[in-house]
């Protein structure tokens, strides 16, 4: 019940093109989804996160589409750059766990010129 | 401001041995997590320390602990150590608990054993 299923785990899109990136839960105690970034030799970052009261949120390029009915989440990248090449993992977590956050097992994007 | 240090960035060990990991966190953050990155199993929590007491503790084995000290540093210590062990430690820092916060994640610690 505390897993958080990713995929694709691979993704290849062109420069301009839309990369997707789809995860499933179901623990309904989670209440906290966020999206991290990561490149070879670092650490995560944090792209952007959503909770359950809203349905959809945007920051610049990145949107998150959140169905919780469904129990799904996924990533939307808008206009897909080269640099944008890493490997992006979904989370999932509860405010009543502490900062611990169950990881999907990543998608490695790669965008072709 | 710095981000999330941890040292020692590659080490190492033999089977049977114990390592000891160190997180410096963001001034001022007073929660640290850690986390084990493999190929296989991706990142998994291992424990969250808040105001130096244990927030949450993940599925590992009592060999893998830790502890937060006064200025928020933490370690985390494996012991008798088996080739499962080799992975990427992740340290994260964030100003409070309960994912109500950023979680700032440290470039790892790269553990191998032999």
């Known amino acids: 019940q505390q897993q958080v299923k990713q995929s694709p785990q691979s993704l290849i899109v062109q420069k301009g093109g839309i990369s997707i990136i789809n995860c499933a839960y179901e623990?309904?105690?989670?209440?906290?989804f966020p999206w991290y970034q990561q490149f070879p030799g670092k650490g995560p970052a944090l792209l952007i996160a959503?909770?359950?009261?809203?349905s959809e949120k945007k920051e610049g390029r990145f949107t998150i589409s959140f169905n919780k009915s469904a129990k799904q989440f996924s990533l939307h990248i808008m206009d897909s750059q080269p640099g944008d090449s890493a490997t992006y993992f979904c989370?999932?977590?509860?405010?009543?766990?502490?900062?611990?956050?169950?990881f999907g097992t990543g998608t490695q994007l790669k965008v072709e010129l | 401001k710095a981000g999330v240090t941890q040292t020692p960035r590659y080490l190492i060990k033999t089977r049977g041995q114990q390592v000891t990991l160190s997180c410096s966190p963001i001034?001022?953050?007073?929660?640290v997590s850690w986390y084990q990155q493999t190929p296989g199993q991706g990142l998994q929590f291992l424990f969250e320390?808040?105001?130096?007491?244990?927030?949450n503790k993940g599925n590992f084995p009592g060999r893998f602990s830790g502890r937060q000290f006064s200025n928020s540093r933490s370690e985390m210590n494996v012991s008798t150590l088996e080739l499962g062990d080799s992975a990427l430690y992740l340290c994260?820092?964030?100003?409070?608990?309960?994912?109500?916060?950023?979680?700032?994640f440290g470039e790892g610690s790269r553990l191998t054993v032999l």
């Open positions: 623990n309904t105690a989670f209440d906290y």
């Open positions: 994260a820092s964030s100003l409070v608990t309960g994912n109500t916060g950023e979680l700032f």
């Open positions: 320390y808040f105001s130096e007491t244990q927030r």
């Open positions: 001034s001022g953050h007073r929660s």
């Open positions: 989370a999932a977590g509860g405010t009543g766990g502490g900062n611990k956050l169950t």
């Open positions: 959503i909770r359950p009261d809203v």
